[in-house]
């Protein structure tokens, strides 16, 4: 069995905004600044906070390929049911579809058409524009992930360590995070990674980041972490399989590219950088080529 394409409204959104009206356009920035919150409001204070009119939000609805507001807005709804679903839930829902096959195969089937699609939706511009930021010797790395979302950003963090020098791990004790706000300067990068039960402590670290003109890149899900209004840039990747659990395996493409894209931009120093670890690898015996 196929699996079933489903855009949230941010997609729908994202998509369309080059067909959208002036109007229908600052309607959707006010949408996606505040999401899924704003729209979840009547239409009169949808329209009164975007700074529009009524009718703007019915037919920016319609193009979305909504029936109507009331429709676009069931459609919230449900996003919002499924960003706080419980791994049980997320079972139970899978479970009950009753899919055909085995499940490697139906795995596999979500995942490709999870990068699908992912890649479908990515601005390349913002791509390249996070790729020149994370470049910038003058410009200092920190990285942070959550709960799940841990072990993402120290996968990224490993490699940009070896890319170039300026890169900090924030511990995953949230208590210390103050200390690490501390060293942050205007015109560094914050490199986060929150999906799915987001979690408050990235947000309020984005926010204090964001406060002292750090550029926050962040890594999230479909829907969108709370945290994306405080990121410069974000990139979204699609994350359900039939699973209790979400997959992290869109955001690990997008950021193995990231790296790549980062790399081949200061290759020179990079060079040096790798030439000169493996210099301590050897004197470590580390690895097996000392037999």
């Known amino acids: 069995m196929g699996i079933v394409e489903q855009k949230t409204v941010a997609e729908r959104a994202r998509q369309a905004f080059d067909a959208l009206t002036r109007a229908e356009r600052q309607l959707a ?5 505040n999401y899924p919150m704003l729209g979840l409001e009547s239409i009169t204070a949808v329209a009164e906070s975007a700074g529009v009119s009524t009718p703007t939000v019915v037919r920016m609805a319609k193009k979305l390929g909504f029936g109507g507001f009331p429709e676009m807005q069931a459609s919230l709804r449900a996003e919002l049911q499924a960003t706080i679903s419980s791994p049980i839930a997320k079972h139970d829902q899978w479970a009950a579809s009753a899919l055909e096959g085995h499940l490697l195969s139906r795995f596999a089937d979500a995942v490709t058409e999870n990068i699908r699609q992912t890649l479908h939706q990515i ?39 070896v890319i170039r020098p300026g890169v900090t791990q924030i511990a995953s004790n949230s208590n210390s995070w103050p200390h690490y706000v501390l060293n942050m300067r205007a015109g560094d990068v914050l490199v986060a990674f929150d999906i799915r039960r987001y979690e408050h402590d990235i ?18 899900d479909q829907w969108g972490s709370p945290a994306a209004r405080h990121a410069a840039h974000r990139f979204h990747a699609r994350i359900e399989v039939p699973s209790a659990w979400d997959s992290t395996t869109v955001i690990l493409f997008i950021s193995e590219a990231l790296i790549a894209a980062i790399e081949t931009r200061t290759w020179e120093t990079t060079r040096a950088r790798m030439n000169e670890l493996e210099e301590l690898f050897d004197k470590t015996r580390l690895f097996r080529k000392f037999v």
């Open 29 to 33: 920035n006010a949408l996606l600044d």
């Open 203 to 220: 947000l309020r670290l984005t926010e204090m980041a964001r406060a002292r003109d750090v550029t926050v890149v962040l890594f999230t």
């Open 123 to 161: 601005d390349k511009t913002t791509f390249d524009a996070v790729a020149d930021l994370l470049s910038d010797p003058e410009r200092n790395v920190h990285v942070v992930g959550g709960r799940i979302t841990r072990s993402m950003a120290d996968h990224f963090f490993t490699h940009m360590q």
